[in-house]
Nanobody
Framework: QVQLVESGGGLVQAGGSMRLSCAAS????????MAWYRQAPGKQRELVAI???????NYADSVKGRFTISRDNAKNTVYLQMNSLKSEDTAVYYC?????????????????WGQGTQVTVSS
């Protein structure tokens, strides 16, 4: 079984910073792209940032220049450093990873999700 466990959410004032972490554990053969999504009340889940296994990152326009995604491949962990937070960043943040559980798994891997962590930015 594969699990993604997130940590680091909470309440922060506008303009502040917060760091999210997400660790993948269990029967893992390889980890591909890892990403952070978020979902605000009444809105669809959206991609915030994604990083490939090689370290290439892309960001939603709304967070470019403020958020940084990174990963530690040895720990199967992805991070999201969030700076200059705004009230509109308030959402539940979900970790996502493409994982192969064994060499027999399909080459593209399967999607796994964390349970979500609440980030609330007060103005």
């Amino acid at each position: 079984q594969v699990q993604l466990v997130e940590s680091g959410g909470g309440l922060v004032q506008a303009g502040g910073s917060m760091r999210l972490s997400c660790a993948a554990s269990g029967a893992i053969f390889s980890v591909g792209a890892m990403a952070w999504y978020r979902q605000a009340p009444g809105k669809q889940r959206e991609l915030v940032a994604i990083v490939t296994s090689g370290g290439s990152a892309n960001y939603a326009d709304s967070v470019k220049g403020r958020f940084t995604i990174s990963r530690d491949n040895a720990k199967n962990t992805v991070y999201l450093q969030m700076n200059s937070l705004k009230s509109e960043d308030t959402a539940v943040y979900y970790c996502n990873a493409v994982i192969r559980r064994s060499s027999w798994s399909r080459p593209n891997g399967d999607d796994y999700w964390g349970q979500g962590t609440q980030v609330t930015v007060s103005s």
